[in-house]
């Protein structure tokens, strides 16, 4: 079967490469379909990758010839499944009439939230775009089987879809099996480079935390590098304070930081966004984060790793991609 992968975005992108690596290996030919000039994906599995050019959000709505463009190339590529990897490229995918799986790995409606923090002028340059995602979503949800990142997300979207199908943004075995264990471990890390940036999205704000808490920031490094950086580390911190929409969080982050051994820190909501897991330990405030050290007792890394190795990994929920994939291929 072809599949093509659709964002309007470029690559790297994890979900999607993780995605198209789990149906290359089940014999499917992979395509990517995106924009812009960004092309360095990290995995090698795309049979071809085809880029249109790069739009704005506000031209997402507003320019026509873009849609044309987009019709054009999926013409050209001509899947058996799309998998459009954003609300944009399954939009734009909707009006092809092609059999299509929509992976609403952002939730789209509820995260609107974070165009909150962009100057005004901003805001109303994107307003056409900002009042046409929950009629887009709903309309997607209602004819897509749809694939989501949480189970607080997937609740949701139930009340319009009758096929939701959670994929967790957990790390690919692949890259993560062979890593060190090292047993002498110390310090705590975060993954990413929100506390270097001008100011914070609503849903990943951490104002205040560098008053209570001493941790290195690892970003912008291979996955490889990143994985081994980490495998150096006792604990990995996830510490957004609570908005409407942590609830529906479900990062990355945290499957990272188990695969390589580590214990992990998070509020108390994000805790239970992420379904309780084992080896994550929650506070309420950044005051009571020395605390939740102290009394967080020492585990085995090892005993970390094969617990994440086996469980929070992709290839341990292939299944469920393909399932999506079968129901696709049913309902038309």
Request: proline letters at 5%; hydrophobic letters at 35%.
């Amino acid at each position: 079967m072809r599949i093509l992968y659709a964002s309007h975005k470029g690559l790297p992108d994890q979900r999607i490469e993780r995605e198209a690596y789990l149906a290359k290996a089940a014999g499917h030919r992979v395509t990517f379909l995106g924009m812009g000039g960004e092309v360095t994906p990290q995995l090698d599995v795309f049979e071809d990758i085809i880029m249109l050019r790069s739009i704005s959000n506000r031209q997402a709505v507003l320019d026509k010839s873009i849609r044309n463009e987009w019709a054009t190339a999926v013409e050209h590529i001509n899947p058996d499944i799309v998998h459009a990897g954003d609300i944009i490229a399954a939009k734009y995918t909707s009006q092809t009439g092609r059999r299509m799986v929509y992976d609403d790995h952002e939730y789209w409606s509820a995260q609107r939230i974070i165009y909150e923090n962009w100057p005004l002028w901003k805001r109303i340059a994107i307003r056409p775009f900002l009042k046409v995602i929950p009629k887009w979503e709903q309309a997607l949800l209602e004819k897509y089987v749809t694939i989501t990142v949480s189970e607080g997300i997937a609740k949701q979207h139930r009340k319009h879809c009758k096929n939701v199908i959670v994929l967790r943004n957990y790390s690919l075995m692949a890259e993560v099996n062979d890593l060190p264990i090292n047993p002498k471990r110390d310090g705590v890390a975060y993954v990413g480079n929100d506390l270097r940036r001008p100011r914070f999205a609503p849903h990943r704000n951490m104002a205040g935390l560098k008053d209570h808490l001493e941790f290195d920031e690892l970003f912008d490094l291979p996955r490889n590098e990143l994985y081994r950086r980490l495998t150096r580390y006792r604990f990995g911190l996830l510490p957004f304070k609570t908005t409407k929409y942590t609830k529906y969080i479900s990062s990355t982050r945290t499957f990272d930081y188990l695969n390589c051994g580590l214990q992990v820190l998070m509020t108390r909501p994000l805790f239970e966004s992420h379904g309780r897991l084992p080896y994550c330990y929650h506070f309420d405030d950044y005051p009571d984060i020395s605390k939740a050290i102290e009394q967080c007792e020492r585990v085995d890394p090892a005993v970390i790793m094969e617990y994440a190795n086996k469980n929070l990994v992709w290839e341990a929920q292939k299944d469920k991609l393909f399932e999506a994939y079968d129901l696709c291929m049913d309902e038309k």
